[in-house]
């Protein structure tokens, strides 16, 4: 690869970098060619770019990005290929699925949202992460409850009921 080859791709992943809030690291050297094409599979239908890189463009074109990148340097050493995702999770879950048949790829680390979780330990950790729809969804459903509530014990009690209620409160208040 020449300087300008390096130039351009060095360009290229600054800018996918710089785009992407989700990508992991991991270690391909213990897959064959038929299984690291199986796991390129695996990644695409998932719409995960994977993309084995040299160490030294990563680290030239996260710098050239800036930004709290400090915990990832020390994970670029053997070979490093690269998950980008638009879903903190997915790259994780898509690891493990993989690893059920025997296959171990070695998660290095992930970048998620400007923190880094270094090490292979933290798969399961990763792959219990809620997307960023999920946790909207949880907390909209947290807010409707009370309200949901309210309505259905009045939908639930007699009109005779209210109407004492009412009565009863407008006596105490006079």
Same mark, same amino acid.
């Given at each position: 690869?020449?300087?300008?080859?390096?130039?351009?791709?060095?360009?290229?992943?600054?800018?996918?970098?710089?785009?992407?809030?989700?990508?992991?690291?991991?270690?391909?050297?213990?897959?064959?060619?038929?299984?690291?094409?199986?796991?390129?599979?695996?990644?695409?239908?998932?719409?995960?770019?994977?993309?084995?890189?040299?160490?030294?463009?990563?680290?030239?074109?996260?710098?050239?990005?800036?930004?709290?990148?400090?915990?990832?340097?020390?994970?670029?050493?053997?070979?490093?290929?690269?998950?980008?995702?638009? $879903?903190?999770?997915?790259?994780?879950?898509? @690891?493990?699925?993989?690893? !059920?048949?025997?296959? +171990?790829?070695? #998660?290095? &680390?992930?970048?998620?949202?400007? $923190?880094?979780?270094?090490?292979?330990?933290? @798969?399961?950790?990763?792959? !219990?992460?809620?997307? +960023?729809?999920? #946790?909207? &969804?949880?907390?909209?459903?947290?807010?409707?409850?009370?309200?949901?509530?309210?309505?259905?014990?009045?939908?639930?009690?007699?009109?005779?009921?209210?109407?004492?209620?009412?009565?009863?409160?407008?006596?105490?208040?006079?």
């Amino acid at each position: 690869m020449d300087k300008n080859q390096k130039t351009q791709q060095i360009a290229e992943l600054k800018e996918k970098f710089s785009t992407t809030q989700y990508f992991y690291l991991c270690n391909p050297e213990t897959l064959t060619v038929e299984k690291t094409n199986k796991f390129r599979r695996l990644c695409f239908n998932a719409g995960i770019e994977y993309r084995v890189l040299k160490n030294t463009l990563i680290r030239k074109a996260l710098e050239e990005v800036g930004g709290s990148y400090d915990g990832i340097y020390p994970l670029l050493h053997g070979q490093t290929g690269v998950m980008f995702s638009t $879903d903190g999770a997915l790259p994780a879950k898509i @690891l493990k699925e993989f690893r !059920k048949d025997g296959d +171990k790829p070695v #998660l290095k &680390g992930a970048y998620i949202d400007s $923190d880094v979780f270094a090490g292979d330990n933290q @798969l399961e950790v990763l792959a !219990k992460l809620k997307s +960023k729809k999920e #946790l909207i &969804g949880e907390i909209v459903g947290l807010l409707q409850s009370p309200a949901r509530n309210v309505i259905s014990g009045l939908q639930n009690s007699s009109g005779q009921k209210i109407a004492a209620l009412l009565k009863s409160l407008e006596e105490r208040g006079a």
